[in-house]
């Protein structure tokens, strides 16, 4: 029902962002996340509040975006918080830790189970206010010039991977690389490195690793879910009227929504492509996910004896992760168990 | 940046809609899932577009809450479309079929799979726009008073279950049973009704089945995902400026992320306390759930025989689940099955 058109009252400004990212254009799912973001909150605000979207090294490099955030450089960055783990390797928990939960745990923990308010104020160190806006969903376990097949295999190979995991790798023999995105292809094929993860099949294909890494292994259990988040920098939220406020907050929720479902829709088809293209698919044997599962529980404690913004959100974070693994087992596994597989057995 | 403040320009009016749920207000979670949207369309115009929520039998009784929509006697509602069947067996797909994908697939299908323009092309005949806004999840298996350990032990009985799964069930002999949430409980303690399904832990636990029937199924294979949407009349929606177009539309994605992860934080200690206060927890054995997912089969390609709505939907449908769950077995199926286990079996 239309109600008497009210006089304009609305003084709101017109206000203009800059949101670098940490990934180049080329990866239009992880780019175009962003992109959508900033379409969303201008359509939200008639338009008025309009936040430009730069790729990784038009502004700062890619893994620089959280800096320039924090010295308010740019008002907001894309970005994987997981990438500073060097500061601090409590960043790791807004993104993803290995053995952790699954994008739906995830997003319970953030919005229902405490996770939102604890990485806040985590966050708040670096004078940044987070909201989650992307996820990738369970991602792979990379590409291999040979075949892995028992925790042997794993000594001395040069596999690049960041972070928490290259952490736990390093405890099994692993020797982890920091490659950017371009360096990879020509590194495997040189053989410069053994091995290298990236996303999932649809981000994976447009590397084309596969040409010279042709063992693709899942799964990716340092990845079980990856959420990625726009982080603000506080003093330029503080000037936001509160309907812009409620712009970026919406934005981000239905970009998370957006993403995921993208992710979702385009790898069944990139995974086959990629499998026709010569990719070997391999899952982890049990005895590897084991040695991993243990290795990094004990990462976990050895980092939590030092480190109290790490043990003040990893106590909890396990606590629910476990509450949650427990749930799930009951129906949402059971019932997929059954379901992904019925068409194939059930006769 | 902030710009130079801009003359105000805006001349969007003062809006005042109701919105009918098909819930009462006790259901916290659904009922909740509509206030939390209204709220947020709130926050997002200046609070000048205002969207009343009114419990199922306020307006209209819960299961005409789509009619009250078309009839432009409320401009939307909050319901189920599976409640519609009766109309057309089509309505189903919005929300949940059995054997059907799960939360992450649905959203994928909806939003990148051609799934929401498929709907939205139904629901017109109806004058109707939809948004998805909610999702339970996976749900249970349902109460019930005896053990049902084989196809034999489903004749005859009498199941409060209602829609599609209710048909795919009458083939088994199962004699389904259309019953409001409050009469549950004394159908069941006087034997009137052997079984009940309703939604998952948290939900059940309100209506206290355990007390009179004890046996717990898992999993609930007719909704392995249920989703509900926003049902708007479409000359409602035409009136609207497009600021709260995208109001609505970024509300409804916000509200859906919230629910599902609401969903998923209060579930696992509502199962706890059920299992404490005497639910027995009983997966459905192989036998049942394999003849339930050929019935249902059946059963889709008997509509689609004779109602050209629902093949148009059911074929691409089948299509993307099939491709979603081939992709799901390998990376988020393997790491859940492993990880979901691991701290009881890595040792």
């Known amino acids: 029902t239309l109600a008497a058109p009210a006089i304009a009252q609305s003084s709101n400004p017109e206000i203009r962002w800059r949101m670098t990212s940490s990934f180049p254009k080329s990866l239009d799912t992880l780019f175009g996340g962003a992109e959508f973001l ?45 990438y500073y783990v060097g500061k601090d390797p409590t960043f790791a928990f807004d993104t993803t830790v290995p053995f952790g939960p699954n994008a739906r745990q995830q997003s319970a923990w953030m919005h229902h189970g ?126 936001l009227p509160d309907q812009y406020k409620a712009a970026l907050q919406s934005a981000c929720a239905e970009a998370y929504v957006d993403t995921l479902a993208r992710y979702d829709a385009v790898n069944p088809a990139a995974l086959r492509r990629l499998v026709a293209g010569g990719a070997q698919l391999r899952p982890f044997s049990r005895e590897i996910m084991a040695a991993c599962y243990k290795a990094a529980h004990e990462l976990y404690d050895e980092i939590s004896a030092k480190n109290a913004n790490f043990k003040k959100v990893y106590e909890p974070w396990k606590k629910f992760r476990d509450d949650e693994y427990l749930w799930f087992r009951v129906s949402e596994n059971s019932y997929e168990n059954f379901a992904f597989t019925a068409a194939q057995t059930v006769k």
């Open 38 to 82: 900033a379409k969303r909150v201008a359509a939200l605000t008639d338009n008025k509040f309009q936040i430009r979207v730069f790729a990784a090294g038009e502004i700062v490099p890619g893994l620089q975006a959280l800096d320039a955030v924090q010295a308010e450089t740019v008002e907001m960055a894309h970005t994987a918080s997981y």
């Open 114 to 239: 405490g996770g939102l308010d604890l990485m806040r104020d985590f966050f708040k160190q670096y004078n940044i206010l987070s909201f989650p806006c992307t996820n990738t969903g369970a991602q792979m376990g990379g590409w291999y010039r040979k075949e892995i097949k028992t925790v042997e295999d794993l000594k001395g190979l040069k596999f690049r991977i960041a972070g928490i995991a290259g952490m736990v790798l390093t405890k099994l023999g692993v020797v982890p690389q920091q490659l950017a995105a371009g360096d990879i292809y020509p590194s495997l094929e040189k053989g410069t490195i053994d091995a290298a993860e990236w996303v999932g099949p649809y981000d994976d294909e447009k590397l084309g690793l596969f040409k010279v890494a042709p063992y693709y292994y899942y799964p990716g259990w340092w990845e079980g879910q990856a959420q990625l988040s726009a982080y603000i920098n506080l003093n330029a939220w503080a000037k």
